[in-house]
């Protein structure tokens, strides 16, 4: 039902006179008694003038913020208490119909402009090439051990789940020939899907789920290394047929995202794995995970870019980027091509209002390169590393607090045969640049990424003048440091780094 505002306004200014009214005569009521009390006053009480005159005064100044007679004569009467209960609740502010008005064509006009700016927004960021995205792997499930380092050594604080040891041989990985007939995704699933587990695992502050492939006849299975690491305390892998078996974590590498996990079971089924270079745009797909953790699934699509990239935590990847639905629990499912072999291994997607269908794989050549290095050498080869060791695990010294109050790396430890090793780096250096871009503890990584064995860059470094102890203050048993001076007295020198293969 609709009312007419002039409505309201009458009645309300109805109820105003019928205010004023009582008001002046509660007015009226107080002079009279203010004259009876003044005509009962004894020559004694006009000593007590000065004291009258600044109560008046007093009262003056209370009550000069009030905005009409109305509001201080009813501040008066609820100082006497002449209010009732049930007129309190009467005088309780209360929200007129007129106020509601005025009220509901506000909201009107914010939620009008507020539509507008978001209208805006969207559109400015719909024509920016650089669109406002999330990328991200599809789900957080073991969570990642924290990394202390102490002299040469680095150690993961949390790993309960058994490691085993590799050797060269540990599993023989080869690629298969991508030829035959194309099949259609319900012959490619019943080709791999007893191939393609799920992947349950805890650690010391949660669980999750996530998806693997088998690699081996006996139970070595690939998946990502944010599913499955040393941080879990327990791995479980459920096959298709709903068979579940304990699983252990073999290796794993955290940049390339790649772990292996073993079961003991010697008669798996492993997968056919192609070279991922062959792969084209528009080739068909299929995806077949552990999706939301609900079980085996399988979605399918294209091929949408063979070099596509997606930056996590500032690392550029080098990824198959495809339009089948990917969802929380594929991450280290297959990406099959149409002849049921594995082209890569999924680990990421795109998400967000402006985005649809953009998934990622690792390519299965990358994939296995890592597995055979990290069987191989313990490690990865081919990446930019400086071989430089920050102590952070004494909470004194200098180290810590520059990485603390300024996130930088001040270097304890030069590993012999590093990149740094028998260069002009020395302990007490603190990182500064690499070629000119300003570096942190937290984003070395993410720049050396760039590097590869082999480049060389200029490392700049801050190199102390002075000892720390000549910047220190102290308040009682209280001692502080004046590290911008510190940092402000050091000396800039650039040393050329080549970077070289070691562990």
């Given amino acids: 039902m609709f009312y007419d505002d002039d409505r309201f306004d009458d009645q309300d200014n109805r109820q105003s006179e019928d205010n004023d009214k009582e008001q002046n005569e509660d007015l009226n009521e107080e ?15 006009n000593k007590s003038s000065d004291e009258d005159i600044d109560e008046y005064n007093h009262l003056e100044n209370r009550y000069e913020g009030w905005q009409s007679t109305e509001d201080f004569y009813e501040q008066q009467r609820r100082e006497r208490g002449e209010y009732t209960e049930k ?67 680095s150690t993961v604080t949390t790993k309960d789940v058994q490691t085993v040891t590799t050797g060269a041989t540990l599993v023989d990985i080869t690629t298969t020939p991508d030829e035959g007939d194309s099949l259609t995704p319900s012959k490619i699933f019943k080709k791999v899907s007893s ?11 949660g669980s999750g789920a996530g998806s693997g492939v088998v690699i081996s006849k006996d139970g070595y299975i690939i998946t990502n290394y944010h599913v499955a690491n040393e941080t879990c305390t ?34 798996c089924v492993p997968v056919e794995i192609a070279d991922s270079n062959k792969v084209e745009m528009g080739d068909g797909v299929v995806v077949i995970g552990n999706a939301l953790g609900n079980g085996i699934t399988i979605t399918s699509g294209i091929v949408s870019n063979v070099n596509g990239t997606f930056v996590l935590d500032d690392i550029a990847t080098k990824v198959i980027q495809v339009d089948a639905a990917i969802n929380q629990g594929n991450s280290g499912g297959g990406l099959f091509n149409e002849q049921g072999q594995l082209i890569g291994m999924v680990n990421a997607k795109t998400g967000g209002t ?9 390519p299965s050549n990358k994939v296995v390169s ?39 790396f001040q270097v304890s430890t030069i590993t012999e045969g590093g990149s740094c090793d028998g260069t002009d780096v020395r302990k007490g250096d603190i990182l500064y640049k690499i070629n000119g871009q300003n570096i942190t503890y937290t984003s070395l990584k993410a720049i050396l990424a760039k590097y590869s064995v082999g480049d060389t860059v200029t490392l700049t470094v801050l190199r102390p003048t002075a000892d720390i102890s000549n910047y220190e203050t102290k308040f009682g048993s209280r001692v502080t440091y004046d590290f911008a001076s510190y940092l402000e007295d050091c000396e ?7 970077f070289v293969e070691f562990n």
């Fill in 31 to 45: 002079e009279k008694k203010t004259e009876n009390d003044d005509s009962s006053y004894s020559s004694d009480d």
């Fill in 87 to 153: 007129e309190e609740k009467k005088k309780d502010p209360s929200v007129t119909k007129k106020t509601i008005g005025w009220l509901v064509a506000l909201c009107i006009m914010v939620s009008l402009i507020a539509g507008i700016g978001a209208s805006a927004i969207l559109s400015t960021v719909n024509n920016n090439s650089n669109q406002t995205t999330t990328t991200s792997r599809i789900e957080t499930t073991a969570a990642q051990g924290v990394v202390e380092t102490s002299g040469t050594e």
């Fill in 370 to 408: 890592a597995i055979k290095d990290l069987q191989t050498y313990g490690y990865v080869t081919g990446r930019a590393k400086f071989g430089l060791v920050s102590s952070r695990a004494d909470t004194t010294s200098t180290e810590y607090y520059l990485y603390a109050y300024y996130g930088l």
């Fill in 492 to 498: 800039q020198v650039d040393i050329e780094i080549t």
């Fill in 195 to 205: 191939s393609v587990v799920c992947i349950r695992i805890t650690t010391s502050t």
């Fill in 234 to 267: 327990s791995i479980n892998v459920i096959f298709y047929d709903n068979t579940e078996y304990s699983a252990t974590y073999v290796f794993g590498d955290e940049v390339a995202d790649v772990a292996m996990i073993k079961i003991e079971k010697e008669d």
């Fill in 354 to 362: 402006l985005v649809d269908g953009v998934g990622y794989a690792i």
